[in-house]
DNA sequence: AAGTCTGTCAACCGCGCGGCG
DNA sequence: GCGCCGCGCGGTTGACAGACT
């Protein structure tokens, strides 16, 4: 028996609400407040609706300062900051943003602020498109021109000093099978990226080994990946996760945030800072450097 | 000009959690 | 300790408008 849902589904209004309706909601709760129980309110307020919807109503648009319209640069930056820190969640970011709501920040998130970050302008959109198009066709997981095969020896990577190949953010290398020992490849990574999202000053250690060292301070990040038979997987999620364990502790870490426990870590000096700075262009092409031992793909 | 595609955002849905009897 | 209930959250959907072909 599934759960008894919170009201009768089939008799009360759904969909975009009306003016009257606003006005009637608006006039109740600031006249007797919600009274603790959003479920008895719609009825209390005469509305024929559920009152989960009547709660998402008052939230995100009713309520008084609410902010609408177009994200500041700043709020770009805290958005940016928390995200990298703490993932999606939105109602904490909400939080330390007066006036927006998380799902407000949720939308623009997924809707701006992630394109924006991803580094792709308007006018190279239809062409990534594409070409994700044809490689979700293809089964590569990332979208992105591949410059693929079994790099026991990439020539043109090898002990290359600022190579030219640019490792596209989201998936900048990806590693499976078993790898001839380590290389050193050092590379450029173009665009904003998620990889610059997790750059407050830091460095790591993983317990299983697949992970020696992440330093972020100098824009330059030194890792050792072994891949220890675990199949592809992204730089970008390893950064993340490495990111999670170091800022959460390995394995059952506590997930209650608050905002002093993360202050420490929205750095004012972060990567992500740079990319909406003055020098945008400079600030979006960054040297890193890794440590491979196996066939890898390389994406550029 | 008409049809199709894409982006945006309000709203919905389902689940987990905590309070309470 | 258990089950019920409401709240809050994050993911997803769908309507709509504007852009594109």
Same mark, same amino acid.
């Given at each position: 028996?599934?759960?008894?849902?919170?009201?009768?589904?089939?008799?009360?209004?759904?969909?975009?609400?009306?003016?009257?309706?606003?006005?009637?909601?608006?006039?109740?709760?600031?006249?007797?407040?919600?009274?603790?129980?959003?479920?008895?309110?719609?009825?209390?307020?005469?509305?024929?609706?559920?009152?989960?919807?009547?709660?998402?109503?008052?939230?995100?648009?009713?309520?008084?300062?609410?902010?609408?319209?177009?994200?500041?640069?700043?709020?770009?930056?805290?958005?940016?900051?928390?995200?990298?820190?703490?993932?999606?969640?939105?109602?904490?970011?909400?939080?330390?943003?007066?006036?927006?709501?998380?799902?407000?920040?949720?939308?623009?998130?997924?809707?701006?602020?992630?394109?924006?970050?991803?580094?792709?302008?308007?006018?190279?959109?239809?062409?990534?498109?594409?070409?994700?198009?044809?490689?979700?066709?293809?089964?590569?997981?990332?979208?992105?021109?591949?410059?693929?095969?079994?790099?026991?020896?990439?020539?043109?990577?090898? !002990?290359? =000093?600022?190579?030219?190949? &640019?490792? /596209?953010?989201?998936?900048?290398? +990806?590693?499976?099978?078993? %790898?001839?020992? *380590?290389?050193?490849?050092?590379?450029?990574?173009?665009?904003?990226?998620?990889?610059?999202?997790?750059?407050?000053?830091?460095?790591?250690?993983?317990?299983?080994?697949?992970?020696?060292?992440?330093?972020?301070?100098?824009?330059?990040?030194?890792?050792?990946?072994?891949? !220890?038979? =675990?199949?592809?997987?992204? &730089?970008? /999620?390893?950064?993340?996760?490495? +990111?999670?364990?170091?800022? %959460?502790?390995? *394995?059952?870490?506590?997930?209650?945030?608050?905002?002093?426990?993360?202050?420490?870590?929205?750095?004012?000096?972060?990567?992500?800072?740079?990319?909406?700075?003055?020098?945008?262009?400079?600030?979006?092409?960054?040297?890193?450097?890794?440590?491979?031992?196996?066939?890898?793909?390389?994406?550029?």
């Amino acid at each position: 028996m599934g759960r008894a849902p919170c009201c009768d589904k089939a008799n009360v209004k759904k969909g975009p609400w009306s003016p009257e309706e606003d006005r009637q909601l608006k006039e109740y709760i600031e006249k007797y407040g919600t009274g603790g129980n959003w479920i008895a309110l719609p009825h209390k307020a005469g509305l024929n609706r559920c009152g989960k919807s009547c709660r998402l109503r008052w939230l995100n648009y009713l309520r008084p300062n609410i902010k609408h319209g177009d994200f500041t640069d700043d709020e770009d930056r805290i958005i940016c900051n928390l995200y990298a820190t703490i993932g999606s969640r939105w109602s904490i970011i909400a939080s330390q943003l007066p006036g927006r709501t998380d799902n407000d920040i949720k939308n623009y998130w997924n809707t701006k602020l992630k394109k924006k970050l991803l580094g792709f302008p308007p006018s190279q959109r239809k062409a990534h498109q594409q070409l994700q198009k044809q490689q979700q066709q293809q089964l590569f997981p990332y979208p992105f021109e591949i410059r693929t095969g079994s790099f026991s020896s990439p020539p043109s990577l090898e !002990g290359v =000093q600022n190579s030219q190949y &640019l490792l /596209s953010p989201m998936a900048a290398a +990806t590693f499976s099978s078993p %790898l001839p020992e *380590g290389s050193m490849h050092q590379c450029q990574v173009k665009d904003s990226s998620s990889l610059l999202m997790f750059g407050s000053e830091q460095s790591c250690s993983s317990s299983d080994g697949s992970c020696t060292q992440i330093s972020y301070g100098s824009n330059v990040v030194d890792y050792e990946l072994c891949n !220890g038979g =675990q199949p592809m997987r992204s &730089l970008e /999620s390893f950064l993340y996760e490495e +990111t999670q364990k170091l800022l %959460l502790g390995d *394995g059952e870490a506590s997930l209650d945030y608050n905002i002093e426990e993360i202050k420490p870590f929205v750095s004012p000096n972060n990567w992500c800072n740079s990319l909406f700075g003055d020098d945008l262009s400079s600030a979006t092409t960054k040297d890193i450097s890794f440590k491979t031992t196996g066939k890898a793909m390389y994406y550029y």
